[in-house]
């Protein structure tokens, strides 16, 4: 970086003779940048701050002044502070000296290089720090990577919304692009509701510096229609980053649920905010099921896509003839676990495991709530007698996870509620139906076999269940069966969790484990039983099973 000031000669004179702040990239930083400038003096600003008088915003001093946005995370000594998309390492910053003029100069040293928005060399046009509605007018003109943004723009001219785009203030705005207008009815659906829900005013959110997760206000909030927005990102390397607008409140034009576009170029710096440009309009729900899972080559769900494609397109003709589903599509990382070279070959194993992910009904993550109050949620799915159990986690921060379990695996919904014309879209972090787990990874993962789990380590008899060499089969008592013992036995439930008692907790845990040269499966207890009792020896004793079959689950 010191080597890019030398040649500005600019920036040389404010070194020699004025005030300034100064924010270095470090050479990392310049190893990953990808652009083709870096502007000296967007780095610079002629006001001496150190990071503890450091505002909202700072002044550049590059030519129009665009401002430096300055964003604060966590509490005191765990603070980060971001200057734009960069973040301020504190133990190489606040470096303060002084020129041969006396004058006061502050160092700080930043992870990445700030890049101001510019105009394309070809272009003729002069425009510094312009703001969202100038950039939105003039940007066929700017370098954004060839997006083009002209449906929004005519959008935003026809239902007279420039104002929300002229606001002064610092807001984020989220613009898709042209791409993201096809079909042609989706522009038909566009309103001022819905260019307000593409709005988070009076907060801006640089990608780095966003608070994944928790739910954005947009101007579209009020008494009829209320519409938030969530950043989320991959797990693949490098993160994609997505926004989910959620339409909580919906009336007569805006339709409930999620909508879910990629973020296809972030952290455009504008004069009252930032910009994000976005593969799609958020808040319009106009793909059925069957359209969300084609709708991009490289989506969040194209390795599932491909998967069902591997096996059938009949599958898809399956969903798309369901006026009432909702899927539970396992993310693109979730493929890049499973074992799946061996099963993408049977063509039936697959297309069972495909339907264990499709439940026939609308199912939304407050009627899934509403229905686990009282017991384990279940639902039958689209895969012959099998059923999706459903566990609300609560931690001591009161945020709530929802995991599903199918086919004796368990995820986690990670992407909710994405709202399709013929149901709902749930993107999940596992492969339903494919075991990826030991027996021990599974007791110590699965939410509703933690009493088990935590009986089970006193004795260290749970360090066995890692032992890939055997098979297994463990009849585990729930949660809710411990609960029923201490209701009944207080004394008994209270004695067998305390170290003393060790011996008698592995005991008892011992009568409901197989060690076998096999695993049993229920449909093979089943075959096994045939209208009798079957009897295998357990670890310690025997145990007699009588299978019966029942109309909501095996």
């Known amino acids: 970086f010191y080597s890019l000031l030398e040649r500005n000669q600019v920036a ?37 701050t150190t990071l503890e008088q450091l505002g909202t915003t700072i002044s550049s001093d590059l030519e129009g002044n ?24 504190r133990s190489r910053s606040n470096v303060q000296l002084q020129n041969s003029d006396g004058r006061k100069q502050v160092l700080h040293v930043i992870d990445d290089v700030l ?30 990577n ?77 008494d009829n229609l209320k519409v938030q927005i969530t950043f989320s990102q991959s797990d693949s390397k490098p993160p994609k980053i997505y926004v989910t607008s959620n339409t909580m409140i919906g009336d007569g034009k805006h339709t409930p649920g999620n909508v879910l576009a990629e973020v296809v170029k972030a952290n455009i710096p504008v004069k009252n905010g930032v910009v994000h440009l976005i593969s799609k309009p958020l808040m319009i729900v106009d793909n059925t099921v069957k359209e969300f899972l084609e709708d991009k080559d490289d989506g969040p769900l194209n390795k599932f896509y491909e998967v069902i494609m591997k096996v059938g397109s009949d599958f898809m003709q399956s969903i798309n003839g369901m006026k009432n589903v909702t899927l539970f599509a396992p993310s693109n ?35 899934i709530k509403k229905n686990n109050v ?11 007698k099998k059923f999706l159990y459903f566990n609300v986690i609560t931690d001591q921060d009161n945020n709530e996870t929802i995991t599903v379990e199918g086919g004796g695996v368990n995820a986690t919904l990670i992407q909710a509620d994405i709202a399709a014309t013929n149901g709902y879209v749930h993107i999940i972090d596992r492969v339903l139906g494919i075991p990826y787990t030991t027996v021990y ?29 055997r098979k297994y089969t463990f009849f585990v008592p729930r949660d809710k069966a411990w609960r029923n013992l201490e209701r009944t036995w207080p004394s008994t439930y209270k ?60």
């Open 495 to 554: 004695k067998l969790f305390m170290p003393a008692f060790s011996y008698h907790a592995s005991s008892i845990l011992e009568h409901h484990l197989i060690l076998a040269d096999r695993s049993y499966t229920m449909a093979d207890l089943k075959a096994l039983a045939n209208d009798s009792v079957v009897v295998l020896s357990a670890m310690r004793g025997i145990l007699k099973l009588k299978i019966r079959e029942e109309d909501r689950r095996e």
């Open 333 to 367: 990382e979730a493929w890049a676990t499973s074992n799946l070279d061996n099963l993408i070959k049977d063509k039936d194993r697959m297309r069972d495991i495909l339907n264990l992910h499709i439940v026939k009904d609308r199912l939304t993550i407050d009627k």
């Open 115 to 144: 890049q101001p928005l510019t105009v394309l060399p070809s272009s003729s046009i002069e425009l510094f720090s312009p703001d969202a509605f100038q950039f939105l007018t003039y940007s066929e003109s700017l370098d954004v």
């Open 66 to 89: 665009p401002p430096l946005y300055i964003t604060r995370r966590g509490k005191a000594s765990q603070e980060q502070i971001f200057i734009n998309n960069a973040l301020v390492l």
């Open 146 to 222: 060839s997006h083009r943004m002209r449906s929004y723009r005519e959008k935003v001219i026809m239902n007279k919304k420039e104002n929300v785009f002229q606001a002064v203030g610092s807001h984020t705005f989220f613009i898709p692009v042209d791409e993201g207008f096809k079909p042609p009815p989706r522009a038909d659906l566009f309103d001022k509701k819905v260019i307000d829900g593409h709005v988070i005013p009076n907060l801006v959110l640089f990608t780095a510096a966003a608070p994944y997760g928790d739910p954005l206000r947009t101007l579209a909030f009020e």
């Open 374 to 384: 009282n017991a384990i949620s279940q639902v039958p799915t689209n895969a012959d």
């Open 12 to 48: 040389m004179a404010s070194l020699k003779y004025r005030s300034l702040t100064l924010f270095a990239p470090t050479n990392e930083a310049f190893q990953r940048f990808t652009g083709n400038t870096t502007h000296v003096l967007y780095h610079i600003s002629t006001v001496a």
């Open 441 to 469: 990874e599974k007791l110590k993962s699965d939410p509703m076999l933690n009493k088990t789990y935590h009986l089970g380590m006193l004795p260290r008899f749970n360090e066995q269940l890692d032992n890939v060499r």
